[in-house]
């Protein structure tokens, strides 16, 4: 018995074949089972159109799953650089993460509340710096992906807070930390062989706790011997300004400007390149062509005269606004 299918149902079978995603091949599919007339000839096709919907539909929720593609503690870099806050349970790292960027982490006053990270953009003048909210570094359990999630990020800074002593609280973190072959770069020297690590800064967090003004600058001086020493509240938005400038100085990174011969730079939208870039590898990292096609370079800059000719070995500096001539 012939289908005698309509031609809409042509047309549709069309779109389904050029379809380029998943749900957009389900979506045609669907539609040309409705299209379809429903008579003994059409009953081979119509179960071949749900086996088909049935499998897209299973593929679309495997994909979902946890461990999959895309499992869930993997955080894509964006903006400038990633800083990963990490730390002891309850220490308001979540709260820090919700007070600096636009993400709203789980904030509970219990302890263990974060179980997969979160991330968000964190504002500091004129560029963004990517937040990572962490689950705490705890003894009673650590992920297996923990130690991966922190090996992404370029930085560290550790959330401590009261009431337990600061100092107890940094070496638990560093001895756990130690069991994950991982360690911050302190002021204390190198690290040890065969030990990943990041540079990293200290938050005293829920300063509105020590109302105290000695035991704080007490706790402050400790920490600031071991690594830089923020001192803030999430709760009372103390001290953030400061350390969204820290937050951004760990990642070392110096920020300049491009500008065409005889146009204006665009300060809205630095360059953000390491500490020691010379001026020939900002042109090849803006383009490949124009770093083989270099000559020269005009600096504006702190360090420069105005629009002072450097080579290629320059380095730039931060606020630098750069000519590039080939
Ligand atoms: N007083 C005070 N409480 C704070 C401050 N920051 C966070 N808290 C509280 O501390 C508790 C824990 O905050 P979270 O942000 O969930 O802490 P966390 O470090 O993310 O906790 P885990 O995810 O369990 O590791 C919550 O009750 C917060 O409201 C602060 O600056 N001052
Ligand atoms: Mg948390």
């Not at 990174?253 to 300060?267: D, S, W």
């Not at 360090?303 to 590039?324: K, N, P």
Request: proline share 9%; hydrophobic share 40%.
């Amino acid at each position: 018995m012939p289908a005698n299918l309509p031609p809409q149902y042509f047309e549709v079978e069309k779109k389904y074949r050029e379809a380029r995603s998943t749900s957009e091949k389900l979506r045609y599919l669907e539609e040309m089972l409705a299209i379809m007339p429903k008579h003994k000839g059409t009953d081979k096709l119509k179960a071949d159109l749900r086996r088909r919907i049935a499998q897209l539909k299973d593929m679309g929720s495997a994909r979902k799953g946890p461990g999959r593609r895309t499992p869930a503690y993997l955080v894509e870099a964006e903006g400038a650089g990633q800083v990963a806050l990490i730390g002891p349970p309850n220490t308001g790292k979540s709260s820090l993460v919700a007070a600096l960027t636009n993400a709203a982490p789980p904030v509970a006053d219990y302890p263990y509340t974060t179980r997969i990270p979160t991330s968000g953009m964190m504002q500091f003048e004129n560029v963004q710096v990517q937040l990572v909210d962490t689950p705490p570094l705890g003894e009673d359990f650590i992920e297996p992906w923990y130690p991966d999630l922190l090996r992404r990020a370029d930085a560290w800074a550790v959330v401590l807070a009261p009431p337990e002593d600061p100092l107890a609280q940094w070496h638990a973190c560093n001895a756990l930390l130690a069991d994950l072959r991982l360690t911050l770069k302190s002021r204390r020297g190198p690290p040890a062989g065969g030990f990943d690590s990041r540079p990293a800064l200290l938050i005293l967090n829920k300063s509105d706790l020590l109302p105290d003004p000695e035991e704080l600058e007490l706790y402050r001086e400790i920490m600031a011997e071991l690594l830089p020493t923020h001192v803030v509240s999430a709760e009372e938005g103390s001290g953030l300004d400061e350390l969204r400038a820290a937050l951004f100085g760990i990642l070392g990174l110096v920020r300049v400007y491009t500008r065409a011969p005889g146009k204006a730079a665009n300060f809205q939208a630095p360059f953000t390149v390491p500490v020691r870039t010379t001026v020939f590898e900002l042109a090849g990292r803006i383009h490949h062509d124009l770093g083989r096609r270099f000559k020269f370079a005009r600096v504006w800059g702190q360090s420069t005269f105005q629009g002072q000719r450097v080579q290629r070995e320059y380095c730039l500096q931060e606020g630098d606004v750069v000519e590039i001539h080939v």
